[in-house]
Every structure is written in structure tokens, then in C-alpha cells.
């Protein structure tokens, strides 16, 4: 195998591992919510509110799935729905207070174990790697 392959076998081998303790993390906050939820709430929040097919589009979800979803989310009350006021016949999803509170509690953990995480990098190691997952994410 080349450098170049193992290399790509190692970063995805990586970025698996990430997702996964992502999702545990997620259900050790709250275990009826999953990583998908928490990502919708966030996005929600970030956006100062959404339709449900900005979630559909952002996440590359068909609407039946985010439909669950927002459905979860509003039964455990951390969503409310109002109207668009660009179009009364559409709503806006927004984190409730509840949500809000689950947001910061959930931002809180993961500052906290990004900053254990990363206690024994330098200042050039983190901002070099914040470069390249920047760069990783814009590719999409």
C-alpha cells in the first residue's frame, strides 16, 4: 500500500472512530436524543430558526426522516414551531428554552473534552489542524 493510500486508510479508519464516539457522547447527554437530533437542534439554534426542509437539505435527509425527528424533538419539548412570517402557510422550528439549556449542557461537555483532548498540542499543532478540517470541510 502506498503512503499516500495508507494515509487515507488511517484518516477514514480515524474519522469513524470520531463519529462514533460522537454518537455516544450525545446519548450519554440526553438518551432519548441521538447525534442527528443534537445536530438539528444546533443547527436550528445557529440559524435563528429553520424550516424543516433546511434540515432536510442541510443534513441530506429526505423529509420523512426529519420529520421524526423534529417530531421527537418536539415531544420532548425542546422545539417550539411558529409561523414564517414570509409564509404563513410554513413554520419556523427554534430551540425552546429547554433546548437552549440542552444545547449549552451539550457545548459545555464538548469544550471540555476537547480541551482534555488537546492539553498536550501546541498552539501551531491546533491551529494547523484546525486549517485542515476547515479544508476538509469545504470540499463538500
Same mark, same amino acid.
Given at each position: 500500500?502506498?503512503?499516500?493510500?495508507?494515509?487515507?486508510? %488511517?484518516?477514514?479508519?480515524?474519522? %469513524?472512530?470520531?463519529?462514533?464516539?460522537?454518537?455516544?457522547?450525545?446519548?450519554?447527554? @440526553?438518551?432519548?436524543?441521538?447525534?442527528?437530533?443534537?445536530?438539528?437542534?444546533?443547527?436550528? @439554534?445557529?440559524?435563528?430558526?429553520?424550516?424543516?426542509?433546511?434540515?432536510?437539505?442541510?443534513?441530506?435527509?429526505?423529509?420523512? %426522516?426529519?420529520?421524526?425527528?423534529?417530531?421527537?424533538?418536539?415531544?420532548?419539548?425542546?422545539?417550539?414551531?411558529?409561523?414564517?412570517?414570509?409564509?404563513?402557510?410554513?413554520?419556523?422550528?427554534?430551540?425552546?428554552?429547554?433546548?437552549?439549556?440542552?444545547?449549552?449542557?451539550?457545548?459545555?461537555?464538548?469544550?471540555?473534552?476537547?480541551?482534555?483532548?488537546? %492539553?498536550?498540542?501546541?498552539?501551531?499543532?491546533?491551529?494547523?489542524?484546525?486549517?485542515?478540517?476547515?479544508?476538509?470541510?469545504?470540499?463538500?
Amino acid at each position: 500500500m502506498s503512503g499516500r493510500d495508507a494515509s487515507i486508510e %488511517t484518516i477514514q479508519r480515524e474519522l %469513524t472512530a470520531f463519529a462514533r464516539r460522537a454518537r455516544h457522547k450525545a446519548s450519554q447527554l @440526553h438518551p432519548e436524543l441521538s447525534l442527528v437530533s443534537y445536530s438539528m437542534l444546533d443547527l436550528m @439554534h445557529e440559524r435563528g430558526g429553520c424550516r424543516a426542509a433546511d434540515l432536510a437539505a442541510h443534513f441530506m435527509l429526505d423529509k420523512s %426522516t426529519v420529520s421524526r425527528q423534529v417530531g421527537a424533538l418536539e415531544k420532548l419539548g425542546v422545539i417550539v414551531r411558529e409561523v414564517d412570517p414570509d409564509d404563513h402557510r410554513g413554520q419556523i422550528l427554534r430551540p425552546s428554552e429547554a433546548g437552549l439549556k440542552l444545547l449549552n449542557e451539550a457545548y459545555q461537555m464538548r469544550r471540555q473534552s476537547f480541551l482534555e483532548r488537546f %492539553t498536550g498540542w501546541d498552539d501551531d499543532d491546533l491551529a494547523g489542524f484546525a486549517r485542515y478540517l476547515v479544508r476538509y470541510g469545504e470540499a463538500d
